[in-house]
């Protein structure tokens, strides 16, 4: 698990496909790996990895085809920069909210415009995942934690603070390039429960408090 805090914004040394699946190698910047392991989880942009190599510089982790097919993992080239969070420890701040890092799907940068000191961002999302976002609800985007400003149809709108846009990858985002989506978790559960029947053990007050009812 993650909270959709990023750490630090790295960047690709190589790709190596190997099989058909992809080994990624990552220049991990000002990320302190002392305390990461092989076998431990860290979050490339929004995507769930597993280092399977460790030195000096970064790591490196395998990207199977089903993580290629789902993210923007499989588009990347050498130099290009990905926002870094390690796993979430226990004792850690949630500054963010909960995030599995487990790509839901691919998204749009629509538009880009000033407000004040900040920037308003407008995402085109895939039909099927629209349903799962709500108005100030959470999102994460290439692994970073945000909360929707508003929902029209199939789009949704963020406020980036200059902080968020100095420390990860939005800064070098432009209108039409695609992003890694995750859905907040509650609203996949609450799907599953709806469908299978739940509905009457939830509350009608909490649902539309979240947006769901």
Known sequence: MFTGIIQ????????ER????????????????????LGDSIAVSGCCLTA???DAQG????????????????????GDAVNLEKALRLSDRLGGHLVSGHVDGLGKVVSISADARSQRWTFQVPDELARYIAHKGSICIDGTSLTVNEVEGSRFGVNLIPHTVAHTTFADRRPGDAVNLEVDVVARYIERLLGAGAAPKLDEAFLKSHGFA
Request: charged letters at 25%.
């Open 52 to 54: 399977v190599a460790i």
């Open 18 to 37: 190997r099989g058909g699946d992809v080994r990624l190698s990552i220049d991990t910047a000002d990320l302190d790996l002392s305390d990461v392991k």
């Open 59 to 78: 790591f490196a982790a395998d990207v199977s085809n089903e993580t290629l097919s789902l993210t923007s993992l499989g588009g990347l080239a050498s």
């Open 8 to 15: 630090s914004v790295g960047r690709i040394r190589s790709l």
